[in-house]
């Protein structure tokens, strides 16, 4: 069967799917969790999904409960990260946490969390819940490898690639590669299309690093200067600070110290200006993004990889 509707007409039933998923948990985790969905996230996974949904023509199984699914693991892994990183805010609303505190944060993320492995186990895509389950053993592992150098050790550009490959490439090429399935598109297609979603979300957690030091506050939804706030050096940073050991030793022996973070923002922003490692990072976004254009040249032509390539463009110039 052909698939019927536009991916952006499909996005309507699956936000409808994700709310009512959020409206499920058991009061007040209801309210946890629709804080958070209801917020306005730029749903970027669910996109990836959908158009990838478009590659092979046909459709196996329910490309909404997958992009849900996407979404829904997405913002279990944000309650669930806000609680680690401490943070006040998210989606320019306060974070959960500091509304609802740990305990009930951790466990609206729980619930999404099962939730969305339901949608998948229920889906009928093939390997679909498998790979997720895959894909979550990254997440958590990157997360883990983060956590062990937060204020103790500056992270190599290795370590901070592997870092991002798995909290968030490592979901982009999940949808971007169980879209392709569900489009019915063959393994040769599939593997190109995991390849794209992975060089993607690369590209996406670079500039996310970025645009914790240059972005705007009101379109970021989120405090700048996170990061560095919680001794999570990013690649900017480590770029800034090679050759500049002092500045390593100030970013970690702050963790902790209770002095006010303003000079120590005021030295890293510096120090990543002076050393252009603002525009080093964009160039390696803008890199990643050629590298998931060209994982589609085994699609041939056609308007879904046209979708796949301007999003891939599109992305690269966010600020949000
Ligand atoms: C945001 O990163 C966090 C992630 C992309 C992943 C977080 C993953 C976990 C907490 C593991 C739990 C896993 C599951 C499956 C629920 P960030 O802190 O760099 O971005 P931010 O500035 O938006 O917070
Ligand atoms: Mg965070």
Excluded at 140 to 159: C, F, K, M, N
Aim: with cysteine; net charge negative; proline share 5%.
């Amino acid at each position: 069967v052909p698939p019927a509707d536009e991916p952006e007409d499909i996005l309507d039933q699956v936000e409808a799917r994700i709310r009512a998923v959020a409206s499920t948990a058991p009061p007040p985790i209801d309210a946890v969790a629709g804080h958070l969905i209801t917020a306005g996230g730029k749903r970027v996974r669910p996109r990836v999904v959908l158009y990838a949904g478009t590659v092979g023509g046909e459709r196996i199984g329910d490309v909404v409960s997958l992009a849900a699914a996407a979404e829904l693991i997405h913002n279990a892994s944000l309650l669930h990260d806000d609680v680690i990183d401490e943070a006040p805010l998210r989606r320019g609303r306060p974070a959960s946490r500091v509304i609802w505190g740990n305990a009930r944060s951790v466990l609206a993320g729980d619930h999404l969390m099962a939730c969305a492995l339901e949608l998948l186990e229920d889906a009928g895509v093939p390997g679909a819940l498998r790979s997720m389950l895959a894909t979550m053993r990254r997440l958590v592992e990157a997360e883990v490898v983060q956590l062990a150098h937060r204020g103790a050790i500056l992270p190599d550009v290795s370590v901070y690639e592997r870092v991002i490959r798995g909290k968030t490439a490592a979901l982009f090429s999940w949808c971007a590669h169980a879209g392709a399935r569900a489009g019915g598109a063959d393994d040769v297609v599939c593997q190109a299309l995991a390849e794209y979603g992975e060089e993607l979300g690369v590209a996406f957690q670079l500039l996310d690093d970025v645009l914790d030091l240059d972005g705007s506050p009101e379109e970021l939804g989120k405090s700048l200067f996170a990061d560095i706030a919680q001794g999570v050096a990013t690649l900017p940073v480590v770029l800034a600070t090679q050759g500049r050991p002092e500045l390593a030793r100030k970013i970690l022996a702050h963790v902790g110290s209770g002095d006010p973070i303003e000079p120590l923002i005021e030295e890293v922003w510096r120090g990543v200006r002076e050393t252009g490692a603002d525009v080093e990072t964009r160039r390696l976004a803008a890199l990643h993004v050629e590298r998931a254009r060209s994982a589609l040249g085994a699609l041939g032509g056609s308007p879904a990889r046209q979708s796949l390539d301007e999003f891939a463009v599109i992305m690269l110039e966010r600020r949000m």
